[in-house]
């Protein structure tokens, strides 16, 4: 959404004609001209800079500088800015319930997004969410900002996000987490619930299961 800013600029020029000077008959005039107030428009130029790889952080409310919401076609554009094509682009069934429209996958992250139209049906416009899956033949190591990824030891998440962490021992696919961090959570799979299990995958935002 553009903002738009407004700019009142009022410019009175005011021109005072000099006396004459003469004889007795003359007389002094003075003449005073005043323009009418003049207001101009302007709309800020929105840039946007390049995404690199480097500047991939996961965080529970997007990825680095690219929040969740963010438009469809600018958080593609960026994520391959940094990652390239990808190597799948799969629409999603109308009406998928994690809202969601399309998925790319780079390796194993993928990113999710609402294209949103008439047949989309409901659900947040824009980013709508990341993963972070197992290795795979040449993974991305992404991590959070505090340095956890795919692999991480629970002692690694306890130390990374102490009372904001709840470890579970049992769920629908087994061991997991929550971290709950501004913003949003961040959530994943563990292959243990002690302190020598690891981090599975990783996940915010809206995510559609495996692929």
């Not at 020029?13 to 003449?31: M, P, Y």
């Not at 429209?101 to 989309?120: I, K």
């Not at 900002?145 to 102490?162: C, D, M, N, Q, R």
Request: glycine share 14%; net charge neutral.
């Amino acid at each position: 959404m553009s903002l738009r800013l407004a700019t009142r600029i009022v410019l009175p020029l005011v021109l005072l004609a000099g006396s004459a000077c003469g004889g007795d008959g003359d007389k002094e005039a003075a003449t005073t001209t005043t323009t009418a107030p003049t207001t101009t428009s302007t709309a800020p130029t929105t840039t946007t800079a390049l995404l690199t790889k480097d500047q991939i952080v996961l965080s529970a409310d997007g990825v680095g500088a690219i929040k969740f919401g963010n438009n469809s076609a600018n958080t593609i554009r960026r994520f391959m800015d940094a990652l390239g094509e990808p190597e799948k682009n799969t629409p999603l069934p109308a009406g998928t319930a994690c809202g969601a429209t399309r998925r790319l996958h780079w390796a194993n992250f993928q990113v999710l997004v609402n294209e949103v139209t008439s047949a989309s049906g409901a659900g947040k416009p824009g980013f709508a969410g990341w993963f972070l899956g197992p290795p795979t033949a040449a993974p991305l190591d992404f991590k959070t900002e505090k340095g956890i990824t795919v692999g991480s030891t629970v002692a690694e998440l306890k130390v990374a996000y102490g009372d904001g962490l709840t470890v579970a021992g049992r769920g629908e696919e087994g061991p997991g987490f929550t971290i709950v961090a501004p913003g949003g959570i961040m959530l994943g799979l563990l292959t243990a619930d002690t302190d020598a299990g690891k981090v599975k995958d990783i996940q915010a935002g809206n995510y559609c299961g495996h692929a």
